[in-house]
């Protein structure tokens, strides 16, 4: 997770929590009254009863918004807390980059009273759907094949899990992977892609030529003909996953 000190300096400005997917995180986390962030960042979907976040990177919590939950520096696999600590424990978009992810999974379970909550991707569905890792950016989705935790052995570590599909909306606000699937020209820029720890952790040598097949693409019409479905949907399922599972 140091990683985020070198690619996290831009996440204040590209992911910003997306209301409808925030949404769908609080209705998860039920009626918890209190709440764990693991794997925290900037503090994106923190519901106002979280009471701690946790976070490794100290680039990232000095883009923790005022008046946002106390932030502990601590990793998943660690956590520096008693158990049943709290309700519920949230970790979004997180666990790919946990060093041990059965322990990471097994601090969240033994801290959390009640619940736990984990948002993910699938990638076997992401890399199918996708048309940016599909079409343009082989290289990102072969790097996300080297940490993309397969949804049921999540589940299973988690004792059980029900799955939830997140649909992505045309217009979302959080800059993660798939957010800008119907505004392309999106990932043509250095900034976007810095909030996005795929394209970041590949860098950029690797995804040019891909990326300037994208620009000619967009500049010709093309993308928008072989994708002239995608312009009339509102939301698309590209494999994010919420998983919920009740201790």
């Known amino acids: 997770m140091a990683i985020y000190d070198t690619i996290g300096t831009t996440y204040g400005r590209t992911r910003r929590p997306d209301a409808r997917i925030a949404a769908r995180i609080h209705a998860a986390l039920g009626d918890a009254v209190d709440v764990i962030n693991v794997g925290a960042g900037t503090g994106s979907y923190e519901p106002p009863r979280t009471v701690l976040a946790v976070e490794p990177s100290q680039v990232m919590v000095d883009q923790r918004p005022p008046g946002s939950a106390p932030a502990v520096r601590a990793v998943a696999e660690r956590l520096p807390l008693r158990d049943d600590a ?93 957010a ?6 999106a990932y043509l820029d250095p900034q976007v892609r810095a909030g996005i720890s795929m394209l970041a952790q590949t860098g950029d040598d690797a995804l040019a ?9 967009l500049a010709t019409g093309r993308w928008h003909d072989r994708h002239a479905g995608l ?17």
């Open 180 to 185: 800008y699937w119907r505004r392309p020209h």
């Open 86 to 178: 709290a309700d519920a424990v949230m970790a979004l978009l997180t666990v790919h980059h946990w060093s041990d992810l059965a322990a990471g999974i097994g601090e969240l379970r033994r801290v959390a009273r009640r619940r736990v909550v984990v948002l993910t991707w699938d990638q076997e569905v992401f890399r199918e759907q996708f048309w940016l890792v599909r079409e343009y950016l082989p290289e990102a989705a072969a790097f996300d094949d080297t940490r993309a935790v397969p949804t049921d052995r999540l589940a299973a570590l988690l004792g059980g899990a029900r799955l939830e599909p997140v649909h992505i909306p045309h217009d979302c606000t959080d800059g993660f992977g798939a």
């Open 209 to 217: 030529p891909g990326l300037a097949a994208l620009a000619d693409d």
């Open 231 to 247: 312009l009339a949907l509102d939301a698309i399922d590209v494999g994010y996953r919420l998983l919920v599972t009740d201790s």
